[in-house]
């Protein structure tokens, strides 16, 4: 029972559907799979425009760094990826997913 | 994914319906599942423990990598009657995330000092619900033992399809609710989904230990929703 606020600004999905409207590029990102202490759950959202805007979170501010990045790749090549980050991987690492868990994040444009 | 498809999503979401958004990972094809379509075969089953569960996730159907993305409403309690098992209920209720509001037209029983924190309202159930209407994702337990006041929200609550309805009441007080509740034009089988007497038989025997009954309850009814769902279709 989660407590998204549509219509209060802060609801991923519904700002993605406002700045669609809003003719700019938009770009959602999804955690598709966690493991371990991952901080935020499966099924959580961020939004990213072209000019590097974001709202919600996908790992409570651990990743999103590396995540807008690659989202603005996606808005520009039109096709989905698929990001994973977990201190396994040494570039995960360096973003700093540092609480000990691994996530998986896909990245697809909305339009 | 498609901007039709997130405006469908978002319009479902903003109605208190759930939806389960259904992305294959190879190729970015996306779908949009409502609790009222119809569900058969593999991926039926998994949309089916998933609207029950709340719970995102993958599952592979037919060779295929399908992200179910859920997106059920917060849950709601509606307690009609500010009594003593409501004290109890509504923190405990607040505890397991539910939404929890407490109407009680006897501004004797409704007052702040006896619901710390919790939203109240010293109001007929009649005036009430008319602002802040019952839906599929609202429990709705009737408490107080007076006919004037619980019975027009169990009403609602049954034409509302609410997940939960309770009542409180020995089963002769219930007999006399069935046979207005008859007269005022339900049906046995929306009745029939009345819970009386109201919470599981845990032989509970003081206020918070009927609300830890009606509580269970509740949370039973949450989970299975839409396997009852199924079951009532087959």
């Known amino acids: 029972m989660t407590s998204n606020l549509l219509g209060q600004g802060t609801d991923p999905l519904a700002l993605a559907e406002r700045w669609v409207g809003e003719g700019r590029k938009v770009a959602l990102a999804t955690v598709v799979e966690t493991w371990g202490s991952a901080p935020r759950p499966v099924g959580s959202h961020l939004v990213i425009d072209s000019e590097g805007n974001f709202e919600g979170s996908v790992s409570g501010g651990c990743v999103e760094g590396a995540v807008v990045g690659e989202a603005i790749d996606v808005l520009e090549s039109r096709a989905p990826k698929m990001l994973e980050f977990g201190v396994a991987d040494e570039t995960a690492w360096q973003v700093g997913l540092s609480c000990g868990g691994r996530i998986k994040v896909y990245v697809e444009p909305v339009a | ?234």
């Open chain 2, 1 to 234: 994914m498609d901007i039709e498809l997130l405006k469908q999503a978002n319009a479902e979401r903003a109605a208190r319906r759930a939806v389960i958004l259904a992305t294959d990972l190879e190729t970015g094809a996306a779908t949009l599942h409502r609790e009222s379509d119809p569900r058969t075969g593999d991926l039926g089953a998994a949309l089916t423990r998933a609207f029950d569960s709340g719970k995102s996730g993958s599952v592979e159907v037919a060779g295929r990598q399908l992200f179910l993305n859920v997106h059920v409403p917060p849950a709601r309690l509606v307690v009609i009657g500010a009594v003593h098992i409501s004290q109890a209920l509504a923190p405990m209720a607040r505890l397991v995330g539910l939404d929890v509001e407490i109407i009680d037209p006897r501004t004797a029983f409704a007052t702040p000092e006896r619901f710390p924190d919790t939203a109240l309202s010293a109001e007929w159930p009649e005036t009430v619900l008319a602002t802040r209407p019952l839906d599929a994702f609202t429990a709705l337990a009737a408490v107080t033992h007076d006919p004037k006041i619980d019975d027009y929200p169990l009403e609602a609550a049954l034409r509302a399809n609410c997940f939960y309805v309770g009542a409180l009441g020995s089963r002769k007080t219930h007999a006399k609710r069935v046979e207005r509740l008859v007269a005022a034009g339900l049906s046995e089988a929306e009745i029939a989904r009345i819970r009386a007497p109201i919470g599981l038989p845990i032989g509970a025997a003081s206020p918070a230990e009927i609300a830890v009954s009606v509580l269970a309850e509740i949370i039973g009814a949450l989970r299975t929703r839409a396997s009852r769902q199924m079951e009532t279709l087959a």
